[in-house]
């Protein structure tokens, strides 16, 4: 049976949607769990005819390690976040960079996108036409080439194995 005429066309959406409506309505009784429940089905549902094709992770450790990584990553950079702009920003050196991408998948160049973003002190500028690069803005960036080279090694490198691209 083909996803467009599932009842429930992304089944763990669905599980996640209703996990964070009980968490954010703080309450699991009834009527709660029937309305996150609807949610649940008709958001997916709905939607069913814009999400791309089904995507197959592989290597599903390699998705824990990169979602560690990134947590990680996002502790460490509020943290130098706070002390530049504490410090005297005269200092800072802001920089735009473009990142060559060896992904082809709209979806994983898409998390890359949305990884660096939610890094504090980088995001994601825009995209080239072609999808061959990522430009992106760093608040600090002493050596532009160390950080292209970072975003590589830890994030879109994860992403090609999972993705397997």
């Known amino acids: 049976m083909s996803r467009t005429n599932r009842v429930l066309p992304h089944p763990l959406l669905s599980a996640l949607l209703l996990g964070l409506w009980l968490l954010l309505a703080n309450s699991v009784t009834a009527g709660q769990a029937l309305l996150g429940l609807m949610l649940a089905v008709l958001l997916p549902w709905l ?3 814009y999400w791309p094709a089904q995507v197959t992770l592989h290597r599903p450790w390699t998705v824990v390690r990169l979602a560690a990584r990134v947590l990680w990553d996002i502790v460490v950079a509020n943290v130098k976040v706070a002390r530049l702009i504490l ?6 050196q802001p920089a735009f960079m473009a990142v060559p991408l060896s992904l082809e998948n709209p979806l994983s160049i898409t998390l890359l996108a949305s990884i660096i973003s939610l890094t504090p002190g980088t995001v994601t500028a825009d995209i080239s036409p072609d ?3 990522l430009w992106i803005h760093g ?3 002493p050596d532009p080439d ?4 970072y975003i590589k090694a ?3 490198a994860p992403l090609m194995e999972i993705f397997q691209c």
């Open 87 to 92: 410090g005297r920003t005269s200092t800072l």
């Open 154 to 156: 830890h994030y879109e």
């Open 131 to 133: 999808r061959s690069r």
């Open 47 to 49: 939607t069913r005819r």
């Open 139 to 141: 608040l600090d960036v």
């Open 146 to 149: 160390a950080t292209v080279a």
